[in-house]
Antibody, heavy 122, light 110 residues
Framework: EVQLVESGGGLVKPGGSLRLSCAAS????????MNWVRQSPERGLEWVSS????????YYADSVQGRFTISRDNTKNSLYLQMSSLRADDTAVYYC???????????????WGQGTLVTVSS | QSVLTQPPSVSEALRQRVTISCSGS????????VNWYQQLPGKAPKLLIY???LLPSGVSDRFSGSKSGTSASLAISGLQSEDEADYYC???????????FGGGTKLTVL
């Protein structure tokens, strides 16, 4: 069974930084592209970033480009999102999501974690 | 304001059929596949339909998807109480270079 478990969320001040992690199990992590998707009442569901299986291809939404960095460690079956220069409108539940196919673009999110809440507030 | 437009809510009676619409443009739905996600209360989204009309393994065949031009639809037949959820359409947008979502449709089963 595919399992994705996010961690690292919390309360951070505007301008601050936070690193999210996603621990994957139940599938060959190194074979699948991975993604971050966030959800807030104000902005709804919003794709944040994607990374290919080998980390060769990386994509970001314009809203986070230059502030967020996606990465992965295939030896640890883990996905990361380093967030910096955080703003109030980054407040959201952040989901880690697996791509449906090992060689697929654009992504189809076939498995999701339970999410981790990031709150940006002074 | 979401790039893809969905009705905020729909309702239909138990065991009936309902459709949820998703309207976009030539840069997204008109040129790319549509995916649908179901989000039960308090849960993460779940892939329901992909590539316009394909069902992932394990998804009931009461769910179906279709697309015509720059619009897509999700149909749910034989409505059950457990179908009460938020439903989101999604597609790649060639102009924005991003995955875009609809604002979501809350389904109430009467």
């Amino acid at each position: 069974e595919v399992q994705l478990v996010e961690s690292g969320g919390g309360l951070v001040k505007p301008g601050g930084s936070l690193r999210l992690s996603c621990a994957a199990s139940g599938f060959t992590f190194s074979a699948y592209p991975m993604n971050w998707v966030r959800q807030s009442p104000e902005r709804g569901l919003e794709w944040v970033s994607s990374i290919s299986s080998s980390s060769f291809y990386i994509y970001y939404a314009d809203s986070v480009q230059g502030r967020f960095t996606i990465s992965r460690d295939n030896t640890k079956n883990s996905l990361y999102l380093q967030m910096s220069s955080l703003r109030a409108d980054d407040t959201a539940v952040y989901y880690c999501a697996r791509d449906q196919d090992t060689n697929n673009w654009p992504p189809v999110f076939d498995s999701w974690g339970q999410g981790t809440l990031v709150t940006v507030s002074s | 304001q979401s790039v893809l437009t969905q009705p905020p809510s729909v309702s239909e009676a138990l065991r009936q059929r309902v459709t949820i619409s998703c309207s976009g443009s030539s840069s997204n739905i008109g040129n790319n596949a549509v995916n649908w996600y179901q989000q039960l209360p308090g849960k993460a989204p779940k892939l329901l339909i992909y590539y316009d009309d394909l069902l992932p393994s394990g998804v009931s065949d009461r769910f179906s998807g279709s697309k015509s031009g720059t619009s897509a639809s999700l149909a749910i037949s034989g409505l059950q109480s457990e179908d009460e959820a938020d439903y989101y359409c999604s597609a790649w947008d060639d102009s924005l270079n991003a995955v875009v979502f609809g604002g979501g449709t809350k389904l109430t089963v009467l």
